[in-house]
């Protein structure tokens, strides 16, 4: 098509007129190669090199060529005729026949033919993004045939055309060098007279920007002659200062279109040939030539400037090699230009075109494009919304060239938006090595940043976290141990390197051998510094963590798509652990047992919990011990005013609770001190939670069978403070919760979860519960019994007392120092309704009383087997197992052991009615009509109640007979031993140490001792306990008469329970044969009777 439309305008110039694009539309079928070699037989040297091309773009090339040289210039005829076919190729029309054919499969190209902007302008910038070869070799082809200061001439052009037609004006330099127009201006001049107003007006602009002295290379600066004085008036005309000047302003927005874009082509040219960089090329010559950076190329071939500063980057960042600080100058205004323009990058043009439309469309240069791309290439985002892996790979390979992880300021976009924190929260930090930005990575979460930085910040530092070499501070301290111990390759930058062979397990490689304990020691210690100090900074987001963000890529945008705050997304993985894909639960669940041990991986506790840790853990933030210390110490103030008023600091460290459930290996030390347990007594428990009800079994039956415990002290301790959280908030007790979650709705909805208020209220409903709620509450009280030191109940508002009385009890058994002196009078009232409350528990049930079980083991086993066996398993007993044992009790069939535990449990109940559950409930109405006491409350051990029914019984005015009978079985335990009589122990605690002092407990010995002294005249009791003795024995005689056996049960009880029951059952059997044998005599006689009687 263009052969024909040459042709077309050649013959037009023979006949001296200008050939319209409506005759060239209608008449380009019928013009022929023939044709053009007859219109310019003229031109000899054309006919000889060029007649045997036929594509239209070659041709044309190949008469330039003729016409620019100086062996074959052409006549002046023919130069003017190409010189015509030149700007023919700035024409849009020309463009719509020439590219649009060609490039029908380029959206960003076709584009350019829908704008009002000029098309070749538009073309030429977008040709890096073009995949089609055809297409990239015609837009190539254009660009290297147009006119070379096209961006300056072109309102010449415009004005002059006319002109420079009627004159045959046009010329073709046969130096590229010079100007295109240089000629055609010296010729217009020369008939300056004949010249139309508007074209002398531009030639006037040419003659003013000094055009016929201009050089090429110069050509920006008169592309800015307004611009200069505009933005750079005290900068010198035409000097490489004024050129970085304009290149600073770039962006302006009172900045020339023509200024913007010449600058434009003038960088992207640097870009590909690093000599068209005057700068560079005299800064860094002596430093290119040392360290060979062109090695490879040949003297004459173009050299890309990426080779050069990664060249130029490799002996930076090498210790024993300097680079001259002009040199080190000059790069960081080429790094800063790779990152301020994303159209300079042709790789980054090309495999990110599809995604600069479709998610960065319309949004300007100067560094932002690139920011877009970067924000759209962290995993949060949605597949759709995510840039391909060929612009994402570009995007790193852009992040290595500019290297901003070693200087902020080559980023714009940072620049601009982090300035105010620099300068407020960084400005004694010295610039370079990474510095500035490792203090504003420290920055992240503090008053100082803000958000637009934040945003800036990460979106740079998810390419820096994916390359080690990319932190400064981290690769100058870790080169060596990255090299040795983690295979990395010895060069920042090896230009050889095939990018698939790049190792990106450097880092997690570098961060293993820092954080295992098993591997502590064999990093240098300023590299282990490093490493920690980047882990620290980069737990603020999972997009900083490759080895988490790339596993888990699908899984963030399924699931966490919306936890965009700083380390809500690690968060999110946690909390989502079970349903991740299994790579991502590994490397999550890996990365969360790592973070256990260290409170600075954990982003959200330490930015929250700042002045808390500050205030209430100063002592385990200075040791450094043991860095989860800091973490246990903040979950035992959990409740303090200081965190409870911290929203966000209490629901962080909740939060590590509720994760470290998921899984026994996410809590370091009890990790560390429990794993050779779980993996022998617990292989197939999955949770935390599982594993700790598995080993607390196990060590509450060696605590019950007081043999050597199977678990060590330091598990055991673990196990405690486990068990301690989980009593603390019901949410940390899965099983529990589980359980009970529609009983807490019913019976507790309002009641918090926390400061163990809703264990505490379902206990109170413990009998409308659900069964498997009763079932579960019983297996958290039979431990919280076993171990009183994780009954957080009890241990919170205890205290006081327990410094006070108990700080030398061993932790397990302090419900028995506290029992022992709650009748103290400065104990504290709250903690002795705890403990009363405790005491009521552990006479509902036996397995609640440590003492108890132990000491009965044998006689429960012996008499009250049946019970157990006739009860649902872990289902309270309500004091049946109590009930059997206390009957025994009064016919002195007990062990002394059992007898004498027993005989405490007995005192206590005959002083508070409250902890004798049996009695309560059967004589409720006695105790609330008869005997009811002023200001009774839960904390009164005076035993008027009781006493009060015994009187009660005696007068007759127990209306109940199971109340009647609780009340018998009551005063006949004080016959079997005294001490379940306080009040008459109490009586005679003198008498009994002066006369009764060396008998035994039990089989109402020591009162039988007391009966023989007061009968006795030469031996005399205390006045107060001859008074109550008599009072007591007058009580037993009135019993006696009055209990008689009410059933047939009572009569088997009591023969099956009688020494002599052997007797029995022989008077019994003998009874039962000699009816049998009667039986069988009066029936022979009967029959025999009716037998006569039929006869």
Known sequence: MYFNYVLLHIFAFMIGKRVDAAVFRTNDLRLTKERLLSDLSGCTIFEQQCSHLDENLSLLSCALDTAHSNKTQSSLHCQHKMWMYQAELLDNTFLDYQIKDRCHDEANILDCFNTSIKRIDCILKRKPSVRNKKCWWGISKIESIIFNDWQITENFLKNCMDDIEAHECGRVPADTKVLSQAYTLKCLQSKEEKIRPECQSEMNSLKEMKYSTLQLDKIVLAACNVDQSNYCPDELPGSLLMYKCLVRHKYERGMTKKCQNQLFYVQRNMIMNYKLSKGLV????????????????????????????????????????????????????????????????????????????????????????????????????????????????????????????????????????????????????????????????????????TSECETALLQIQYFISRDFKLDPQLYKACKFDAVTQCKARLLWADLNEH?????????????????????????????????????????????LLPEIADTCIDDLANFCYENTGKGEEIMCLQGKLKELTPKCQKVVANFTETQSGHIELKAVVSTYCRVPIEKLCSSELKSKNEEDDILDCLITHKNNPEIKTNSKCKAAIEHEQLISLKDYRFTRKFKNACKPYVVRFCPKAQTKSQVVLCLSEIIRNDTLSRKKHTIYKECRQQLRSQLYQQKENIDLDPELKEACKKDLLEFCPTVPHGESAALECLQTAKGKLSDGCRKAIFVVRKQEFSDNAIDYHLMTNCSDMIDLYCHKTEPIVLLDCLKAHRQKVDFDNNCKIVVVNRMIEQNMDYRFNNHLQNSCKSDIKRYCSNIIANEPENIELEGKMLQCLKKKFRESKLEQPCENELANVLKEQALNYRLDPLLGKLCKAEIQTICAVPNDSITNFDGQVEECLKKALISRKIVSAECAQEVVNIIEEAEVDIEADPLLERACAVDLLKYCNNLERGAGRRLKCLKIILNDNTRELETGCQKELSNRLEMYRHVAAINVIDDLSDVYDGISSSPSKIYFMVIGISIVGLIFIFGLYCGRITKRAMYIKRK
């Not at 090595?433 to 490792?438: A, I, L, Q």
Request: net charge positive; glycine share 6%; charged share 30%.
């Open 282 to 449: 005299k800064s860094c010559k002596e430093d290119i030539r040392k360290y060979h950076c062109r090695k490879g190329v040949v003297e004459d071939k173009d050299v890309r400037l990426a080779q050069i500063l990664l060249c130029l980057e490799n002996v930076m960042h090498n210790e024993t090699t300097k680079l001259s600080p002009e040199c080190i100058g000059e790069m960081t205004d080429h790094r800063k230009m790779l990152m301020d323009d994303y159209r300079l990058s042709p790789e980054l043009m090309q495999n990110c075109a599809n995604d600069i439309t479709m998610l960065c469309r319309g949004i300007e240069a100067g560094g932002k494009t690139i920011h877009c791309l970067m924000e759209h290439a962290r995993p949060r985002k949605r597949k759709e919304k995510r840039i391909s892996v060929a612009c994402q790979k570009s995007l790193e390979d852009l992040v290595q060239e500019a290297d901003p992880g070693e200087d902020w300021r080559v980023d714009p976009v940072l620049r601009k938006a982090c300035k105010v924190v620099v300068d407020r929260a960084c400005r004694e930090v010295n610039g370079g090595n990474g510095r500035v930005m490792s203090c504003l990575m420290e920055k992240l979460g503090t008053s100082f940043m």
């Open 499 to 543: 990018p698939s062979e790049k190792d990106p397990l450097i880092l997690p490689c570098l961060y293993n051998y820092a954080y295992n304990s098993e591997l502590r020691g064999i990093l240098k210690p300023a590299c282990e510094q490093q490493v920690r100090r980047a882990m620290r900074q980069r737990a603020v987001s999972v997009d």
